[in-house]
């Protein structure tokens, strides 16, 4: 585990502007910076950076926080891998705290893989681009694929020697052990000899998210029928083939904008469609499709297609992974390329707005379109049809969306040539028999229709929410600022009536609000923002001069920092559009603290009084009336009544 000591260097050695400055081209805005969203496709700037607060906001996604979260968010990062990423930028030596001798070794073990096989990629790059074999057998496949060299480059692909030792013996004379070599599946050790893998192989690099080499693909040049065209890593600590997917890194930061992933089959697809401009697209690397790999794409969005080659048995034999991708809940659409042609061959011999165009408009519903390919097969056979009919519903039974679903059925209706209400009776008879795995079940009236639920409230607004937060919000702000607060005194007169008395008092805005809750004996119910009350109330009670945004943020919890962020932010956005230099001025709310201290806690008690008055008129109905709580009822809307009228006079 990275020490607290090596984080704290990394927050105090990394400059958000410098950091976000390498993937989105900033202008000078005031104190600030501002550029194009790198999240949301725009023309006009919503992106703003803050060197004095070391925070970023984007108005256009909602995202926010610190310079890790932009990393967590824009490259994809976990914590930990955000932390490393800076702390190699900024030559930070990473201290790791103390762990157990078997955590250890699994670790020192996996970070020794890993070191080797970025080691065997450099050796099979160096290789294609420096060495007679390499540039005459390598570069001269590549070329003939269409690659060019920025492409080549671009994915890292390389050339291994025919020698049979070659890696072997280089990587163990520069020092890296062979016990790893072997490991990473990158050496085969017999009693005897040392054998390289891949020799006599073009070499596909294979990376992680986060872009550390896993593993490796290689194919054959040769004609011997003997040998297997293409070899993949066997699995090993760092590989394991069914969690990775191919293109993952040069491909997640389109996938995210683009708010969609291209699904592929082969290398040179992936990367063939990356020279033609289509960039949001990853291959499975051949395997049939998993619930990692789905969820991979899931991290980055929720919407996939898959690209079939024109060939009608591949699709039929690739149909069933595919259910797995819908059991995720995820969008998924089918295209298919005419027949004899895929990706990379339809990419070749099309212009970028060609392919985008065929994509967009060939791209169907994957439940419409396996009806379609299926009902093709059973037209005329009724045993097959119905069979065929069973297998569409199978189908329509892993989508977690119930309307969704109902949608698919009245498609596939459509389609089979079929009533909706016999697919409705099969779907409820699969839901009942998957029952037992959590699949839904739809609840089916005696005519077989969907019985048609209430329709949903209308979502409220959550006032303690928006009070709370603004707490926050003010804590923040102005917290350690001094203001005249008008303090409220209410008692009953002679007749029972409540009266309000007025004092004027001097005080830090901290101490207002912590006094005030304090004596409304009120807790803050949201989790993010009681931890940050108690923390800010803490600060400014001890040291309000260590009030540090950068320190507060120095955490993994993603949650508050982008929280803190909107808040502090919030404050700035106008000058995103340059409202100044067309006469429209904003006004400081520095001037008006008073006023929302005032109104925040007296809106907080009107909803703290309305609450109270709520549950006592509810244990009437359950306890009947009695004189004692109709009359604490009346004292309760009196009280409601002073707030009122007071925080009427506040707005």
């Known amino acids: 585990m990275i020490s607290r000591t090596t984080i704290d260097q990394v927050y105090e050695s990394a400059r958000l502007e410098e950091v976000i400055g390498e993937y989105v081209t900033l202008k000078k805005s005031g104190a600030n910076f501002k550029g194009l969203s790198p999240f949301t496709q725009e023309r006009t700037p919503s992106f703003m950076v803050s060197p004095a607060k070391q925070i970023w906001k984007d108005f256009s996604s909602g995202k926010g926080g610190n310079v890790i979260a932009f990393l967590m968010e824009h490259e994809h990062f976990t914590y930990p891998e955000a932390i490393r990423y800076l702390a190699k930028k900024y030559n930070i030596e990473i201290e790791e705290t103390e762990e157990t001798a078997e955590e250890k070794q699994i670790k020192d073990t996996k970070e020794s893989m890993f070191l080797v096989a970025q080691y065997a990629a450099s050796f099979f790059e160096e290789n294609l681009w420096e060495t007679s074999a390499g540039k005459s057998i390598g570069c001269s496949y590549f070329k003939e694929r269409g690659f060019t060299d920025e492409t080549i480059k671009k994915f890292a692909l390389g050339y291994s020697p025919d020698t049979g030792d070659a890696l072997s013996k280089k990587a163990q004379k520069e020092g890296y052990n062979l016990d790893f070599l072997e490991k990473t599946g ?4 017999n009693e005897n000899r040392q054998i390289d893998r891949f020799r006599a192989r073009v070499i596909f690099p294979i990376r992680s998210m986060s872009g550390r080499v896993q593993g490796f693909g290689g194919r054959i040049l040769s004609q011997n029928t003997k040998i297997a065209k293409y070899l993949n890593s066997p699995e090993s600590d760092i590989y394991h083939k069914s969690k990775v997917l191919y293109g993952i890194y040069e491909s997640k930061q389109a996938i995210s904008k683009n708010d969609l992933c291209y699904l592929v089959e082969g290398y040179t697809d992936v990367i063939q469609m990356h020279q033609s401009g289509i960039t949001n697209i990853v291959s499975s690397s051949g395997t049939a499709l998993t619930i990692d790999q ?29 259910d797995l991708i819908l059991e995720q809940g995820m969008n998924v659409k089918v295209c298919s390329f005419p027949a004899g042609e895929d990706p990379d061959s339809f990419a070749k011999s099309h212009t970028t707005a060609e392919i985008s165009d065929f994509l967009t408009q060939q791209s169907k519903d994957f439940i419409q379109f396996k009806a379609s390919l299926l009902h093709e097969d059973g037209n005329n056979d009724p045993i097959k049809k119905a069979e065929t009919i069973r297998d569409i519903v199978e189908s329509i039974s892993k989508v977690p969306d119930v309307i969704k679903q109902e949608i698919y059925i009245q498609s596939c209706a459509e ?14 008879q699969i ?10 079940k739809l609840i089916y009236n005696q005519g077989q229709t969907p019985v048609k639920k209430a329709a949903a409230t209308v979502s409220k607004v959550d006032r303690v929410y928006e009070l709370e937060k603004q707490i926050i919000a003010i804590l923040l702000t102005y917290g350690n ?21 007025t004092k004027r008092m001097s005080a830090k805005v901290y101490e207002k609000i912590f006094l005030d809750l304090q004596q409304d004996e009120v807790e803050l119910s949201q989790e993010t923002f009681k931890k940050l009350f108690y923390q800010l109330i803490e600060i400014y009670q001890s040291a309000p001069e260590d009030l540090n945004l950068e320190k507060i943020m120095q955490t993994d919890d993603i949650s508050q ?20 230099k067309r006469n429209i001025f ?3 709310k520095g001037t008006e603290v008073v006023r929302m201290v005032s109104e925040t806690i007296l809106s907080m008690r009107r909803y703290l009084i309305d609450q ?23 004292s309760w809307q009196q009280l409601k009544k002073v707030v009122s009228n007071k925080l009427n006079r506040v707005l």
């Open 186 to 189: 990158l050496v085969i050790v």
């Open 294 to 322: 789905i969820r991979m794409i899931s991290r980055l969005t929720s919407n996939i297609v898959v690209l079939f080659d024109g060939d009608a048995a591949g699709v039929r034999a690739s149909l069933r992974g595919i």
């Open 415 to 428: 389609i089979m040539e079929i009533s909706e209400d016999a697919l409705f009776s099969a779907l409820a």
């Open 431 to 440: 839901n009942q028999k998957n029952k037992s795995k959590g699949a839904k």
């Open 481 to 501: 600022l001094e203001f005249d607060f008008e303090d409220n005194i209410i008692k009953p007169n002679e007749e029972g009536e409540l009266i309000q008395h």
């Open 561 to 580: 920092n982008e929280i803190i962020t909107d808040l502090v932010m919030k404050e700035e956005q106008h000058q995103l559009h340059d409202w100044e």
């Open 586 to 588: 904003v006004k400081n």
């Open 612 to 634: 109270k008055i709520v549950e006592l008129q509810l244990n009437t109905k359950e306890q009947g009336e009695n004189q004692e709580t109709l009359q604490e009822i009346i």
